[in-house]
């Protein structure tokens, strides 16, 4: 695997509360990347980030709010989870220039209840 | 509509069958075309990756891309059990702000009996 980690790998909320979910790297990638994963969607891109401080919405970012105050952390905020947003969360990065990889990490499984 | 369209299958084959798995395309901007496979509770990993139309061989997986049709596909060769996977396609319109802002199919279920 690459170097990403992301934490929790697991968790139980309430509806209404915040959440922050983190993923941390060792590759010193310029991008990362948050998605979900729900059944019949694959994944979808919530916000992504191009450098510290830079950041920028996906497709599916109503609810969400990213940070990234170091080049290896890029973190994920739910302001007020609700059970819609029950679903798995991955990380990814990605090196700068043409034709590059994206990593994924091993993902956030989140239920909000 | 989605921007991608995969059957999601599931899609059950015998140990050493050819597999043809495909997506189709409606954004014409698409020229970065990519196979991820992932295994249950774990994080996608990319099989193949394609620019623009043709076709890309590596090893018993070969992808094709054809832009004109917006239509791709990946073909396993004598699969193996080990190839029983989630086979999800990626697309992109290139790099912007550098970074590779990835559209999914929904992706197809495989199982390879033995």
């Known amino acids: 695997d690459a170097g990403i980690t992301q934490s929790p790998r697991h968790k139980v909320t309430e509806t209404g509360t915040p959440v922050t979910l983190r993923c941390h790297q060792t590759?010193?990638?310029?991008?990362m990347y948050w998605y979900r994963q729900d059944p019949g969607h694959g994944l979808r891109l919530i916000h992504y980030s191009y450098g510290v401080k830079d950041t920028d919405k996906g497709e599916v970012s109503d609810g969400y709010s990213v940070s990234r105050s170091k080049t290896e952390d890029f973190l994920l905020t739910l302001e007020s989870a609700t059970s819609s947003q029950t679903s798995v969360y991955f990380c990814a990065i990605s090196a700068y220039g043409p034709n590059t990889e994206a990593f994924f990490g091993q993902g956030t499984r989140l239920t909000v209840v | 509509q989605k921007e991608v369209e995969q059957d999601p299958g599931p899609l059950s084959v015998p140990e050493g069958a050819i597999v043809s798995l495909n997506c189709t395309y409606s954004?014409?901007?698409?020229?970065?075309f990519m196979w991820y496979r992932q295994y249950s509770r774990k994080g996608p990993e990319l099989l193949m990756y394609t620019y623009s139309s043709g076709n890309k061989e590596d090893g018993r997986f070969t992808a094709q891309v054809d832009k004109s049709s917006k239509y791709i596909s990946l073909f396993i060769r004598d699969s193996q059990p080990s190839d029983s996977a989630t086979y999800l396609c990626a697309m992109s319109p290139g790099q912007i702000q550098g970074a590779q802002k990835l559209v999914f199919g929904q992706g197809t279920r495989l199982t390879i009996n033995p």
């Open positions: 590759e010193n990638h310029r991008y």
């Open positions: 954004n014409s901007a698409f020229q970065y």
